[in-house]
């Protein structure tokens, strides 16, 4: 068992930074893939970007790969999003997710519904 809690969340304006935490519990966490996912108002929740266990492997969605980094922290239990040049687009709720893999991050792992664990989210709120 995974709980995970999101925090970084706020209002900035257009062209600003955030850095979303996401803290884990147990003592496995370096053997889980992590993901972050975000989800508009009226909108489905989408896939933002996702790191394997030992951070060798990352994914990104085409449409935040210039802007967005995803890190985490094993000795911490944490993983991370940084986000820059943030738009009025970006404004969401944002999730993190885990879930255990042996290697790598499989694409399917852009897929909500492969993971087993979730956040309850961090609203981003971006101004223009």
């Known amino acids: 068992q995974v709980q995970l809690v999101e925090s970084g969340g706020g209002l900035v304006q257009a062209g600003g930074s955030l850095r979303l935490s996401c803290a884990a519990s147990?003592?496995?966490?370096?053997?889980?893939?992590m993901g972050w996912f975000r989800q508009a108002p009226g909108k489905e929740r989408e896939f933002v970007a996702a790191?394997?266990?030992?951070?060798?492997?990352?994914l990104y969605a085409d449409s935040v790969k210039d802007r967005f980094t995803i890190s985490r922290d094993n000795a911490k239990n944490t993983v991370y999003l940084q986000i820059n040049s943030l738009k009025p687009e970006d404004t969401a709720v944002y999730y993190c997710?885990?879930?255990?893999?042996?290697?790598?991050?499989?694409?399917?792992?852009?897929?909500?519904?492969?993971?087993?664990?979730w956040g309850q989210g961090t609203q981003v709120t971006v101004s223009s």
């Open positions: 997710a885990a879930e255990s893999v042996l290697f790598g991050i499989p694409q399917r792992m852009k897929v909500p519904q492969e993971y087993d664990y």
């Open positions: 147990g003592s496995t966490f370096s053997s889980y893939v």
């Open positions: 790191i394997s266990g030992n951070s060798i492997s990352r």
